[in-house]
């Protein structure tokens, strides 16, 4: 069994910063492409930032240049640093993973349950 648990989403002022977290636990063999994506009150999730294994990363373009995603493939993490918040970034944060299990040769997408940011102006 495959879990991503998400952590590190709170409320903070415009302006702030704040680092989210995502580890990824179970029977894993390997795991390419991660990502993070939100999803706003009546909106529809949308692709926050993607990183590959080897590393290449893509932004969607309102937070390019504020927010940095990483990973850590040894310990299976995934993180984004979100500075310069803005009250549009308030969102529910899910991040998701590309996932070879042991039990299967093909990769199958995995989600985690989400952590809440939110940001006051």
């Known amino acids: 069994q495959v879990q991503l648990v998400e952590s590190g989403g709170a409320s903070v002022q415009a302006g702030g910063s704040l680092r989210l977290s995502c580890v990824v636990s179970?029977?894993?063999?390997?795991?390419?492409?991660m990502g993070w994506y939100r999803q706003a009150p009546g909106k529809q999730r949308e692709l926050v930032a993607y990183i590959t294994r080897g590393g290449s990363t893509d932004y969607t373009d309102s937070v390019q240049g504020r927010f940095t995603i990483s990973r850590d493939n040894p310990m299976n993490r995934l993180y984004l640093q979100m500075n310069s918040l803005k009250a549009d970034d308030t969102a529910v944060y899910y991040c998701n993973a590309q996932i070879r299990t042991a039990a299967r040769t093909a990769y199958e997408l995995y989600w985690g349950q989400g952590t809440q940011v939110t940001v006051s102006s």
């Open positions: 179970g029977s894993i063999f390997s795991i390419n492409t």
